[in-house]
Protein backbone atom coordinates (compact mmCIF):
# COMPACT_ATOMS: atom_id res chain seq x y z
CA UNK A 1 0.00 0.00 0.00
CA UNK A 2 1.38 3.51 -1.10
CA UNK A 3 0.11 6.92 0.42
CA UNK A 4 0.58 9.55 -1.60
CA UNK A 5 2.86 12.55 -0.73
CA UNK A 6 1.27 16.13 -2.14
CA UNK A 7 2.61 19.36 -1.84
CA UNK A 8 -0.22 20.15 0.84
CA UNK A 9 0.60 16.79 3.35
CA UNK A 10 4.42 17.43 3.13
CA UNK A 11 3.41 21.49 4.30
CA UNK A 12 0.88 20.40 7.22
CA UNK A 13 3.16 17.00 8.37
CA UNK A 14 6.28 19.36 8.45
CA UNK A 15 4.42 22.31 9.84
CA UNK A 16 2.57 19.81 12.76
CA UNK A 17 6.47 17.58 13.18
CA UNK A 18 7.73 21.10 13.92
CA UNK A 19 4.85 22.12 16.19
CA UNK A 20 5.32 18.66 18.01
CA UNK A 21 2.42 16.77 17.66
CA UNK A 22 2.69 13.51 18.18
CA UNK A 23 3.42 11.35 15.34
CA UNK A 24 -0.40 9.32 15.48
CA UNK A 25 -2.26 12.60 15.57
CA UNK A 26 0.21 13.74 12.37
CA UNK A 27 -0.99 10.27 10.96
CA UNK A 28 -4.65 10.97 11.62
CA UNK A 29 -5.00 14.05 10.59
CA UNK A 30 -3.26 12.64 7.44
CA UNK A 31 -4.98 9.88 6.97
CA UNK A 32 -2.21 7.44 7.28
CA UNK A 33 -0.64 5.72 10.03
CA UNK A 34 2.19 6.99 12.18
CA UNK A 35 4.63 4.73 10.89
CA UNK A 36 4.13 5.97 7.27
CA UNK A 37 4.69 9.67 8.99
CA UNK A 38 8.04 8.62 10.73
CA UNK A 39 8.98 7.18 7.68
CA UNK A 40 8.43 10.60 5.82
CA UNK A 41 10.03 13.03 8.32
CA UNK A 42 13.39 10.25 8.15
CA UNK A 43 13.15 10.59 4.41
CA UNK A 44 12.99 14.43 4.35
CA UNK A 45 15.46 14.65 7.36
CA UNK A 46 13.36 16.41 9.26
CA UNK A 47 15.27 16.96 13.09
CA UNK A 48 14.03 14.10 15.43
CA UNK A 49 12.26 15.08 18.53
CA UNK A 50 13.38 12.92 21.89
CA UNK A 51 11.22 10.10 23.08
CA UNK A 52 8.44 11.17 25.30
CA UNK A 53 9.59 8.37 27.76
CA UNK A 54 12.95 9.95 27.91
CA UNK A 55 11.25 13.81 27.64
CA UNK A 56 9.30 13.08 30.94
CA UNK A 57 5.91 11.28 28.97
CA UNK A 58 3.83 9.19 31.22
CA UNK A 59 6.40 7.03 31.93
CA UNK A 60 9.17 9.03 32.67
CA UNK A 61 8.96 8.47 36.63
CA UNK A 62 8.90 4.47 36.09
CA UNK A 63 12.25 4.01 36.57
CA UNK A 64 12.25 5.94 40.38
CA UNK A 65 9.01 4.23 41.44
CA UNK A 66 10.99 0.66 40.09
CA UNK A 67 13.92 1.52 42.10
CA UNK A 68 11.97 2.59 44.91
CA UNK A 69 9.46 -0.33 44.98
CA UNK A 70 12.02 -2.73 44.70
CA UNK A 71 14.07 -1.49 47.70
CA UNK A 72 10.89 -1.82 49.75
CA UNK A 73 10.44 -5.36 48.85
CA UNK A 74 13.60 -6.41 49.32
CA UNK A 75 13.57 -4.59 52.89
CA UNK A 76 10.42 -6.37 53.67
CA UNK A 77 11.58 -9.40 52.51
CA UNK A 78 14.80 -9.58 54.79
CA UNK A 79 12.29 -9.26 57.61
CA UNK A 80 9.85 -11.52 56.57
CA UNK A 81 12.06 -14.50 55.35
CA UNK A 82 15.60 -14.33 57.47
CA UNK A 83 15.97 -18.22 57.13
CA UNK A 84 14.37 -20.04 54.30
CA UNK A 85 11.51 -22.70 55.28
CA UNK A 86 12.80 -26.32 53.79
CA UNK A 87 9.77 -28.17 52.75
CA UNK A 88 10.30 -31.90 52.74
CA UNK A 89 9.41 -33.24 49.38
CA UNK A 90 6.69 -35.67 48.79
CA UNK A 91 8.20 -39.54 48.86
CA UNK A 92 6.64 -41.21 45.93
CA UNK A 93 4.25 -44.01 46.28
CA UNK A 94 4.77 -47.45 45.55
CA UNK A 95 2.54 -48.82 42.54
CA UNK A 96 2.27 -51.78 44.61
CA UNK A 97 1.55 -51.76 48.55
CA UNK A 98 2.90 -55.38 48.71
CA UNK A 99 4.97 -58.01 46.30
CA UNK A 100 2.47 -59.87 44.53
CA UNK A 101 3.02 -63.35 43.83
CA UNK A 102 3.74 -64.61 40.27
CA UNK A 103 0.46 -64.66 38.48
CA UNK A 104 1.48 -67.67 35.77
CA UNK A 105 -0.86 -70.54 35.95
CA UNK A 106 0.90 -73.86 35.64
CA UNK A 107 -0.47 -77.72 35.86
CA UNK A 108 -3.81 -79.33 33.97
CA UNK A 109 -7.45 -78.21 34.35
CA UNK A 110 -8.23 -79.82 37.66
CA UNK A 111 -4.88 -79.45 39.30
CA UNK A 112 -4.23 -75.74 38.19
CA UNK A 113 -1.52 -74.17 41.00
CA UNK A 114 0.25 -70.62 40.74
CA UNK A 115 3.77 -69.89 40.38
CA UNK A 116 5.03 -68.92 44.06
CA UNK A 117 7.97 -66.83 42.79
CA UNK A 118 7.66 -62.95 43.90
CA UNK A 119 6.25 -60.90 40.59
CA UNK A 120 8.97 -58.46 38.92
CA UNK A 121 8.14 -54.98 39.58
CA UNK A 122 5.86 -53.39 37.21
CA UNK A 123 4.76 -56.93 36.18
CA UNK A 124 2.30 -60.05 37.18
CA UNK A 125 4.55 -62.52 36.34
CA UNK A 126 8.13 -63.18 37.77
CA UNK A 127 11.47 -63.13 35.45
CA UNK A 128 11.35 -66.12 34.44
CA UNK A 129 7.76 -66.27 33.08
CA UNK A 130 7.99 -62.56 31.87
CA UNK A 131 10.34 -64.07 29.43
CA UNK A 132 8.09 -66.34 27.82
CA UNK A 133 4.93 -64.34 28.14
CA UNK A 134 6.54 -61.37 26.62
CA UNK A 135 7.93 -62.05 23.63
CA UNK A 136 10.63 -60.04 21.21
CA UNK A 137 10.07 -61.30 17.29
CA UNK A 138 12.17 -59.20 14.74
CA UNK A 139 10.11 -58.47 11.74
CA UNK A 140 12.67 -60.34 9.64
CA UNK A 141 12.20 -63.87 10.97
CA UNK A 142 8.11 -63.28 10.14
CA UNK A 143 7.19 -64.49 6.92
CA UNK A 144 3.70 -64.25 5.47
CA UNK A 145 2.15 -67.58 5.10
CA UNK A 146 1.49 -67.91 1.18
CA UNK A 147 -1.72 -69.85 0.37
CA UNK A 148 0.05 -71.88 -2.54
CA UNK A 149 2.47 -72.95 -0.15
CA UNK A 150 -0.07 -74.78 2.37
CA UNK A 151 -1.07 -77.89 2.50
CA UNK A 152 -4.78 -78.99 2.33
Not at 89 to 98: G, L, T, V
Amino acid sequence: MTFDWTEGRLTTLCTLWAAGVPSSKIGRALGCTKNVVIGKVHRLGLPGRPSPIKQGGKYADWKQDYQRRKSSQEAVQGVICAEPTRIAPEQPKPSRARVEPCSWVEGVKGSWRYCDEPSAPGRVYCHDHCAVAYLRTAASTMTPVNASTTSR
